[in-house]
């Protein structure tokens, strides 16, 4: 069969998985041997949390009946041979739905009540609420039993015109927009806001979140989905007919949650089985698609390339049956390749700038810190060895050397004492305009201005003003941070030359990325608060949960950049912690060491080599971390191969010479 979507991912997530044991390898030999310190092991902790984390976001759009449920079955779950979403005529799906899998969870189908609306919360804030969500298990052996939960996304309730207008399915406004009335003048509604099916699939389980969002009213009347949802997917398929083209309905769709963010936006022509016809030829119909191909990429505004016509209908059926010719005549594959050429190559990019970040961080911490404790040991040894053929008193002058240079050494704790001091208050200046209390303050600021215009017209200048305030904010951290290196940097160099220290300096954290992350919320909110958004902003109940909504993303953005920041002050200044307890450790053994040469002289060349023989521990310690962590950056510009990382994971690791286990602290004892 052709190379799927699946395989594509299944290498990458192959080559994240051998990735994340070569690091667990790596970090295993460090801890057994107490090459790093608390914070390192944190930044390890960190960051095998990002490689067994890592999400893959593909987020499927369209109006009602455009074949979006049958198109995510066709690519993603057409291995189970059955319809995993419910994708039968009449049968849609009409709450937005996540797919995805969570191993510390049951098989479930959890369901968020439509009437949570009016409570003016954000999906984000009732997420762990797991009381607001009625869940229901799934049985994933019983493809019926499991068939039949899932129709529960489909199910909807008709409400009153004045319930439906709270929900926001319905705008006085846009009257052509609203929902046909029944003849008891009610709307026909959603019964869920949000539906998550946590479901044990093999791509799921790779990382692979599925967000399937339905019809126009279901985005519009949902903030989270535009603002956060959509603008955070690494792809984005957007759904139309080929029968139809692109209808008024679409088009609002698009304009209006999708056109920014091109490079990571396709369009889907479905359904072209149904222009299929006995009086034409195969030419003919070719050409007709071909023909609406081109007038959907001129009206939607995209290259030819982003526009795939094929049926989701005929590519799951042939998926089921084996059928390589049916599959091909689908056209799924060009998508699925185009998928995996857009979104694999990314992901690894980012995954192994990580690593080799991360690697080469690490390296510089062990290699700072086991050079530190070879230099000690020489400096023992260098000792030791001048007091062959010395006399007791000889001895007893090193004794009083050592004791002099403790003394001496010790008055660095009152330069430490103030450096520490002074650490202390810029780092809390550099954190202070990232704090939830300040942007809170520059939230608030912004919804004052949008409410001193009328009908809130001037929602969009006022958002554009508070996201040029929050970018100096990070501007400001950007600085406040680099002042800090320089600090620390000169007072490093004062410490190194005075007191013998060896503190290295490390590249401080780049904000930047954060500020290109405020960029993306902006311009999808931009986008959002047009004419139509304005008036609905004007709704105290809409304003509320957009505020809601806004501080919820942006807290995230400020919360990681907080963190970052702050994490690198700990492992930058935690070193001096650390080599204070080692020099300390260092004039004790010294100390240790003459006396014990002092009572027997035998013992000054069992001591000399004990010094050689940790010595060279140490720099077997130090070989093979470097041995292990190359191998963890070698496998990170390797990159995934299909078939080749599926094959790694199930074989062992080569085995390689050790040393034998003995922590630092006992080598050097």
């Known amino acids: 069969m052709t190379p799927t979507f699946a395989v594509s991912l299944d290498a990458l997530s192959g080559w ?77 799906t009409m709450c937005p739905v996540e797919l995805a899998w969570d191993a510390d969870e049951p098989a479930s189908l959890m369901l968020l009540p439509i009437e949570t ?50 929900l926001g399915f319905w705008d006085d406004d846009q009257p052509d927009d609203n929902p046909p009335l029944d003849d008891a003048g009610r709307v026909e509604v959603p019964a869920w806001r949000h539906a998550l099916i946590n479901y044990p699939h093999p791509m799921l389980k790779q990382g692979l979140v599925v967000l399937d969002t339905p019809g126009l009213n279901a985005i519009g009347a949902e903030p989270e989905l535009t603002l956060s949802l959509l603008p955070t997917a690494h792809a984005t398929v957007f759904i139309l007919g080929a029968d139809t083209g692109v209808t008024k309905s679409d088009l609002g769709v698009w304009r209006d949650h999708l056109s920014a963010h091109a490079p990571a936006r396709f369009v889907v022509l479905n359904k072209i089985d149904a222009l299929l016809d006995p009086l034409a030829t195969v030419e003919q119909v070719d050409a007709q698609i071909a023909a609406q191909c081109v007038e959907t990429a001129r009206t939607l505004g995209v290259g030819l390339d982003r526009v795939f016509p094929l049926s989701a209908r005929q590519a799951l059926a042939a998926r089921v049956s084996g059928d ?56 023992q040894m260098l000792e030791l060895r001048g007091l062959r053929g010395k006399s007791g008193a000889k001895l007893r002058l090193m004794l009083q050397r050592v004791d002099a240079e403790t003394a001496e050494f010790e008055q660095c704790t ?34 004052t201005q949008m409410n001193a215009s009328l009908l809130n017209l001037g929602a969009k200048k006022a958002f554009i003003a508070m996201c040029a305030r929050l970018r100096k904010l990070l501007d400001d951290a950007q600085q406040r941070s680099a002042e800090i290196r320089e600090m620390l940097g000169a007072s490093f160099i004062k410490l190194n030359s005075e ?57 995230v953005v400020f919360e990681n950049a907080s963190a970052e920041l702050e994490l690198w002050n700990k492992a930058t200044s935690s070193q001096v912690d650390s080599q204070l307890r080692e020099r300390r450790r260092n004039f004790r053994r010294r100390r240790e060491s003459l006396e014990r040469v002092q009572a027997a002289a035998s013992d000054l060349e069992l001591r000399i080599a004990e010094l050689e023989a940790q010595d060279e521990r140490l720099h077997g310690f130090l070989r093979r971390s470097h041995e292990l962590l ?20 199930r074989m062992p690791l080569a085995d390689e010479a050790e040393p034998s286990h003995v922590p630092l602290r006992r080598a050097l004892a």
């Open 324 to 379: 390589e010719r049916a599959l091909r005549r689908s056209r799924l594959p060009a998508l699925e390749a185009a998928l995996g050429a857009q979104l694999l190559p990314q992901r690894r990019q980012v995954l192994e700038q990580t690593v080799l970040g991360g690697a080469q961080q690490l390296e510089t911490h062990v290699a700072r810190r086991l050079g530190d404790s070879r230099r000690q040991l020489a400096e």
């Open 16 to 92: 994240r998985t051998t990735l994340a044991r070569r690091l667990d390898e790596a970090s295993r030999f460090l801890a057994d041997h107490e090459l790093v310190d608390a914070q390192a092991a944190a930044q390890v902790a960190a960051l095998r949390e990002r490689l067994g984390n890592e999400k893959l976001v593909v987020a499927f759009v369209a109006e009602f009946s455009r074949g979006k449920s049958e198109l995510i079955n066709a690519i993603f779950f057409a291995d189970t041979g059955r319809r995993v979403l419910p994708a039968t005529p009449g049968r849609t």
């Open 117 to 166: 609306r009016l409570d003016g919360l954000s999906l984000g804030e009732l997420r762990p609420q797991r009381r607001a969500w009625t869940v229901r298990e799934l049985q994933v052996d019983d493809p019926e039993k499991l068939s039949q939960a899932l129709q529960e996304v489909t199910r909807t309730r008709f409400v009153s015109q004045d319930q439906a207008r709270a």
């Open 499 to 555: 007191f013998g220290f060896s503190l290295l300096m490390t590249q401080a954290p780049e904000l930047e990325r954060f500020s290109a992350e405020l960029g993306l919320i902006e311009s999808s909110y931009v986008q959002y608060l047009g004419l139509t958004q304005a008036l609905r902003l004007s709704q105290p109940r809409f304003m509320e949960q957009f505020r809601r909504m806004l501080v919820s993303k942006l807290r």
């Open 630 to 649: 190359e191998a963890l950056r070698e496998h990170a510009r390797a990159g995934p191969v299909a078939g080749s990382d599926l094959i790694s994971l």
């Open 414 to 447: 009152v330069r430490l004492q103030a450096l520490r001091v002074v650490h202390s208050r810029m780092l809390k200046d550099a954190l202070v305009g990232l704090s939830s209390d300040r942007l809170r303050e520059e939230v608030a600021q912004m919804q």
